[in-house]
């Protein structure tokens, strides 16, 4: 009913930047949060950053002054840039967001497939 669809991943050298973008589309009647999820090998996937619906925004510690999260709204569209990335960011790195499809009205926590980042020089 709705799919997330990640792009923007890549190989980048420590100090670079990538923007990461995630595409919601579906039977979507509300979106109410679109965040950003990493999981780095043999770790649990942790969150990075969230942005709700009505502007609130929220960093973990690790990436504040350096990532960014920003949303399109008229386009379903969230978007992750990253900042003087460090090799502790190497990671796989998941759109989720809560949305309320046209259908149930009820949200539901849904996540794309995700995107590599890779730092390494």
């Known amino acids: 009913q709705v799919q997330l669809v990640e792009s923007g991943g890549g190989l980048v050298q420590p100090g670079g930047s990538l923007r990461l973008s995630c595409a919601a589309s579906?039977?979507?009647?509300?979106?109410?949060?679109m965040g950003w999820y990493s999981q780095a090998p043999g770790k649990q996937r942790e969150l990075v950053t969230t942005?709700?619906?009505?502007?609130?925004?929220y960093y973990t510690d690790s990436v504040k002054d350096r990532f960014t999260v920003s949303r399109d709204n008229a386009t379903n569209t969230a978007y992750l840039q990253m900042n003087s990335i460090k090799p502790e960011d190497t990671a796989v790195y998941y759109c989720?967001?809560?949305?309320?499809?046209?259908?149930?009205?009820?949200?539901?926590?849904?996540w794309g497939q995700g995107t590599q980042v890779t730092v390494s020089s």
């Open positions: 579906g039977s979507i009647f509300h979106i109410y949060d």
């Open positions: 942005h709700s619906s009505g502007g609130n925004i």
């Open positions: 989720n967001a809560g949305v309320a499809t046209i259908r149930t009205r009820a949200r539901h926590d849904y």
